[in-house]
């Protein structure tokens, strides 16, 4: 739809003689920008020939002033502002609620406190690990809050608003009630309000109301926060801002950065409900058997089976995952990447299909014109007339339209009474001009008068005609070429661009981006599917991506022809790989038909055409520079406009899902021996072979170290699924393994060893089997081996002996080995266990294969 510019009826009328109010455009129906006298009513403008930016509409209401800076200060003073602050992060006091109070924090909490009445100190050492783990926790989140604080102030979108007749760029929470807000192309509404001036002014509500298709807004209308501009310009009041204003009502329920689904979160959530499950028996059945059996008096039986149920917690599995989350951020930050939804750094490395937009992702956002053909006999000098006069039709051009601006400057000549904004889905803008009378700089008369269109050449030629063949061949080289066409009709007619008579073509040279061909190199290598995805002609997109190596790119399809069935829509997309001439719906239409047959989605783009399918993709990525409304809803920014940067996102990605699956193995052994060894001294009366202390030990140097350094190392294996499966069906058998040497153990000292003392000595030769045990799985978990994983096993290795062989770390620990014989019996167990080891590890991998 087009329309001349029109203002609500509440601020007065009447065209001005000269220039509007300065700031945007020069004046709209002619002249200079006005208020260069620094008046701000625009008087100062001078009456003249048409402006450079000769404005949207020949019939123009008075351009209004917006309030001036005594109003914005009293508004402030009353506190009428948009004091909503931008969240890209939980609150500090989220963070430390997050990490202490939990359920296994709480557990761990009620038995250190009872160990510190009745046992020593050293038998308390559980409770310190916790506050250090929990500590490092807060920390490290507090760094990646900082840094996710910071790139937001960066991304975040600066809203012009007209002021004293000028306008200003200022920051969303500096919005005051009653201030006018400008809108272009692309731009997020950010708060509720009325519209006052409208050119052409389309909002896309769907986010907000589900509905597809653009809505045409008028003077009066309202417009809702959270919607954004897809066509055409215009101006509205601020009516409601701060809480009142209706997107951030929704975020009250659903914030905007609500985590997206996350396998490895929602797997580690199972797995912890199924270990409380295993707990609660166990742990019931431990208390009741150490106070019958203990003859040691009830403070031995308490130490005893607290030693029994703290190992069953995987305490710090839920904080190792965070922090590799969170350290995740700060090193993407540091390459300047907003990461606005933290499991969207696993979302990435988990996808099979990446949808690329070419323009501002393949290609940079600048062309060049490099030719211009007449057709049908027209004058050159005319054809340069009118597209310069279309150039600066637009107030904000689009890339395309810029090339024209700076190839063809405004000899404002040609007078704009209307004009057609482009629309991705119209694919082409247009306008009407009027002679403004005279002749022209060549000293001839003029030819431009009339209703002109710019555009696809596949839109605007009807199908089957001979030109066609000639742009054919300028796609094939990889240039975009538009199509300058008359109209026979209204600019406001329904069918505007039927029967259009050609009379130029006009052809771009695309700007490359010098890191796109090394990335689509690695998506490749990856085995990670790369569709592109664009509203330009399908031959010239394929030619832009096989001049950067990306394969399959002659598989070219016009958009035009895809099946609307969902199925069939499918399974073209598995064929092909090149899209050209998609509409903003079809993109959507496209992520849905792709999720539909399983893949994990990403979609890039930086266009308020995107928008759609960034939220309907798994993970959306938008470029820095792009448009409010895609920023808005990507999970992933990228501030440096580097499509290179995502290698380093699904790096990051990788290195969180591979490295928490080892640690999880590490936990979950232990918490599955743990209930292993509970359940038999229940079964058979005895007392726990182990004090707190001997598995803070064994813990620290078979878990908690190692754990700590394999969750942040590099790890560049690629993602799978079934992580709960993949993770219980080597613990399960590992920690059976080891609960059953272990006790094995104890039960053949407890037959060795007679006399005072002789508890002690059965818990060192347990002790010792457990151990080698943890440590051989620690050796398996740290496969493959490099340089630095040999020597942390055996540096936690070296750290036991210390223990082993240093008198004052022997009585600390409670660690001494009796004779001879009984743990050299303890170290063969441990050698045939690690045997059963191996064996039950290939065994499983074969037969549960990913």
């Not at 742009?471 to 329904?494: F, K, T, Y």
Request: glycine letters at 10%; hydrophobic letters at 45%.
């Amino acid at each position: 739809m087009t329309q001349r510019v029109e203002t609500a009826s509440d601020g007065g009328e009447g065209p001005e003689p000269g220039g509007g109010p300065g700031g945007a455009t020069a004046g709209v129906t002619g002249g200079e920008p006005g208020g260069t006298d620094g008046r701000p009513d625009g008087t100062g403008g001078k009456p003249g020939g048409p402006g450079a930016n000769g404005a949207a509409a020949a019939a123009v209401a008075r351009r209004h002033d917006g309030l001036t800076a005594a109003e914005v200060a009293e508004r402030v003073a009353r506190g009428e502002v948009n004091d909503v602050p931008v969240r890209s992060s939980r609150s500090t006091a989220d963070i430390v609620r997050a990490n202490v109070f939990t359920r296994f924090n709480a557990i761990i909490g009620v038995l250190w406190i009872i160990m510190l009445a009745v046992a020593p100190i050293q038998d308390s050492l559980f409770g310190f690990v916790i506050l250090a783990n929990t500590g490092i926790g807060i920390i490290q989140e507090l760094r990646a809050k900082k840094t996710l604080d910071s790139l937001a102030v960066i991304g975040e979108a600066k809203p012009q608003v007209r002021r004293d007749g000028r306008t200003q760029e200022i920051p969303t929470a500096g919005i005051v009630l009653g201030d006018l807000v400008e809108l272009g192309p692309g731009d997020k509404v950010v708060v509720d309000g009325e519209v006052l001036e409208s050119d052409s002014l389309e909002i896309d509500e769907s986010l907000l109301t589900g509905e597809a298709d653009p809505v045409v807004k008028q003077p009066g209308d309202k417009v809702l926060s959270g919607s954004f501009v897809v066509a055409g310009g215009g101006a509205f009041t601020a009516t409601k801002v701060g809480r009142e204003a209706y997107a951030v009502q929704l975020a009250e329920e659903a914030s905007r950065f609500t985590l997206v689904h996350s396998e490895l979160r929602s797997g580690i959530s199972e797995i912890l409900k199924y270990v409380t499950y295993m707990m609660i028996p166990a742990a019931i059945g431990l208390v009741i058997s150490q106070l019958v059996v203990e003859n040691e008096g009830p403070q031995d039986a308490i130490r005893r089976m607290v030693g029994g149920i703290v190992p069953m917690v995987p305490e710090g599995l839920v904080l190792l995952t965070s922090m590799a989350f969170a350290i995740g951020v700060i090193r993407l930050g540091r390459k300047q990447c907003l990461v606005q939804e933290l499991p969207a750094i696993e979302g990435l490395a988990r996808v099979d299909v990446v949808c690329l937009d070419k323009t501002g992702t393949l290609t940079e956002g600048g062309m060049d014109v490099t030719e211009l053909r007449p057709l049908g006999g027209a004058a050159e000098a005319d054809v340069r007339r009118v597209l310069g006069a279309l150039g600066s039709s637009d107030p904000r051009p689009n890339a395309s339209l810029q090339a024209l601006i700076e190839a063809y400057p405004d000899t404002e000549e040609l007078h704009c009474t209307a004009s057609l904004p482009f629309s991705s889905a119209r694919k082409y803008s247009g306008a009407a001009f009027a002679d403004a009378g005279g002749v022209g700089s060549d000293g001839a008369g003029r030819d431009g008068a009339g209703t002109w269109l710019l555009g696809a050449p596949d839109v605007l030629f009807p199908a089957g005609d001979p030109s066609l063949a000639e742009i054919d061949d300028l796609n094939a080289q990889g240039l975009r070429v538009l199509l300058l066409a008359r109209a026979v009709r209204e600019l406001d007619h329904p069918e505007v661009a039927r029967d259009a008579e050609p009379t130029a073509l006009v052809v771009l040279e695309q700007r490359l981006r010098p890191d796109a061909a090394d990335t689509l190199r690695y998506f490749a290598e990856e085995q990670v599917e790369t569709k592109i995805i664009s509203g330009d002609n399908a031959v010239s997109v394929g030619a832009v991506a096989a001049k950067l190596g990306m394969a399959r790119a002659d598989r070219t399809v016009d958009a035009r022809t895809l099946p609307a069935d969902r199925d069939e829509m499918a399974a073209v997309l598995d064929d092909n790989a090149v899209f050209g001439r998609v509409n903003p719906q079809q993109k959507r239409d496209m992520v849905g038909a792709l999720k539909s047959r399983g893949h994990d989605v990403a979609m890039t783009g930086d266009g308020v055409n995107d928008v759609l399918a960034l939220k309907d993709a798994d993970i959306g990525v938008s470029m820095g520079s792009g448009s409010e409304a895609s920023k808005a809803v990507a999970q992933i920014v990228l501030l440096n406009n580097s499509f290179s940067t995502l290698p380093s996102v699904v790096a990051e990605g990788r290195r969180v899902i591979g490295n928490i699956e080892r640690v999880a193995n590490l936990f979950l052994v232990k918490t599955v021996y743990s209930v292993l060894l509970a359940l038999l001294v229940v079964a058979t009366q005895v007392p726990y072979p182990f004090l707190p202390r001997h598995l803070t030990l064994l813990s620290t140097l078979t878990i908690g170290v190692p754990a700590f350094f394999l969750a942040l190392a590099p790890n560049k294996e690629r993602a799978r699924p079934h992580f709960v499966r993949r993770v219980m069906r080597y613990a399960i058998p590992a920690g059976l393994i080891a609960g059953t040497a272990t006790f094995l153990t104890y039960m053949l000292a407890r037959q060795h060893y007679t006399g005072r003392g002789a508890l002690d000595a059965e818990t060192s030769a347990a002790t010792l089997t457990l151990f080698l045990i943890a440590m051989w799985v620690l050796g398996i978990i740290a496969r493959p081996y490099t340089w630095w994983r040999v020597g942390l096993v055996a540096a936690m290795a070296l750290g036991f002996v210390i223990v082993l062989v240093t008198p004052w770390l022997q009585e600390f620990f409670a660690l001494k080995l009796v004779g001879t014989q009984m743990p050299w019996t303890a170290v063969g167990i441990a050698v045939a266990s690690a045997a059963l080891l191996e064996f039950a590890w290939r065994w499983v991998t074969r037969r549960f294969p990913d």
